[in-house]
């Protein structure tokens, strides 16, 4: 039982530190697009945008309306695999649901489900 609460307390951990490295590489890339856009406009976040082609963001810029001004969707989203997804995602929730099903059995042998 010490071995599961030390590796969910280092899961907890290591997920929040990836978390704020995350927040903090969107917040400077944010205040960078603002000040191109606010220098030079949406011409400035364009050329920022091609010149760093690397860019892993999804970038959308919208007007006073909500109209959208400019949207950039990263290259390795257009090569995402869904059908890799979609089998793992039915082989987790197999998981999951079995794990639920094994919790549940368990509880039923013990006696725990009656009720007084």
Not at 38 to 53: P, Q, V
Not at 103 to 115: F, I, M, S, T, V
């Amino acid at each position: 039982m010490s071995s599961l609460a030390l590796f969910g307390l280092a899961y907890f951990l290591l997920s929040v530190t990836l978390q704020q490295q995350d927040r903090a590489i969107i917040e400077s890339e944010l205040k960078l697009y603002a000040s191109r856009y606010e220098t030079a406009g949406l011409d400035a976040i364009i050329a920022e945008i091609n010149a760093r082609h690397r860019e892993s963001l999804f970038v959308r810029v919208a007007g006073p309306r909500n109209q959208t001004l400019l949207q950039h969707i990263p290259v390795e989203w257009n090569e995402f695999a869904f059908k890799q997804l979609e089998v793992f995602g039915i082989v987790a929730m197999i998981v999951f649901i079995l794990l639920l099903v094994d919790g549940l059995a368990y509880a039923w042998r013990k006696g725990d489900l009656e009720w007084a």
